[in-house]
Nanobody, 121 residues
Framework: QVQVVESGGGLVQSGGSLRLSCAAS???????IGWFRQAPGKEREGVAM????????HSADFVKGRFTISRDNVRNMVYLQMNSLKPEDTAVYYC???????????????WGQGTQVTVSS
């Protein structure tokens, strides 16, 4: 069973930064990795993702220029650097891993428990 664990959430003022980390019980370089978020009363939405073996990153329009996903295959970690945070970024952030190639959001098999990010105005 693959376990995924996020960390790094917290309370930050508008305009501030946080870095979320994602660790797993397996080597993440064999998986597509995504960061998702869900705010209270809203649907889950994709934030950023990276495919295995591909350094290119893909981000949602609402975070482009502010959030960056990255991998460190040596440390077996995935990160989400979040800059210029806004109150509307407040949500639980999830890291997910997919063994399936080019997964849709619903096709990620392994999910962490989430980490809360709260941005105050």
């Amino acid at each position: 069973q693959v376990q995924v664990v996020e960390s790094g959430g917290g309370l930050v003022q508008s305009g501030g930064s946080l870095r979320l980390s994602c660790a797993a019980s397996v080597s993440l370089d064999g998986y597509d990795i995504g960061w998702f978020r869900q705010a209270p009363g809203k649907e889950r939405e994709g934030v950023a993702m990276m495919r295995r073996g591909d350094p290119a990153t893909h981000s949602a329009d609402f975070v482009k220029g502010r959030f960056t996903i990255s991998r460190d295959n040596v440390r077996n970690m995935v990160y989400l650097q979040m800059n210029s945070l806004k109150p509307e970024d407040t949500a639980v952030y999830y890291c997910a891993a997919a063994q399936r190639l080019a997964p849709t959001a619903d096709e990620y098999e392994y999910w962490g428990q989430g980490t809360q990010v709260t941005v105050s105005s």
